[in-house]
């Protein structure tokens, strides 16, 4: 997801990885935190190969419509 949203906001700043940079694979169990040592040196967890610029815009367009969506939703209740 963070990789997504980086390559459509600044595609300059995602670098390429090589295969030894993905710590886990896909047929690792899935877990719900992390520690440092689960990161790599190139600082990556988990698997950012199916990060695109298009599938960022789309997250980031779902993330602001629900922010905003849910702030304009605070302001009225406080107005009433």
Known sequence: VE???MMHLYPEL???L????LKRSLDDPVHFSWSSEDFKS???I???TQATPEKGE???R???EKTARLIREIAKDEKD
Do not use: K, N, R
């Open 14 to 16: 995602v670098g390429e």
């Open 62 to 64: 779902f993330a602001v």
């Open 18 to 21: 090589s295969q030894s940079d």
């Open 46 to 48: 988990g698997d950012p």
């Open 3 to 5: 990789t997504a949203v």
């Open 58 to 60: 789309v997250i980031l």
């Open 42 to 44: 190139a600082g990556v």
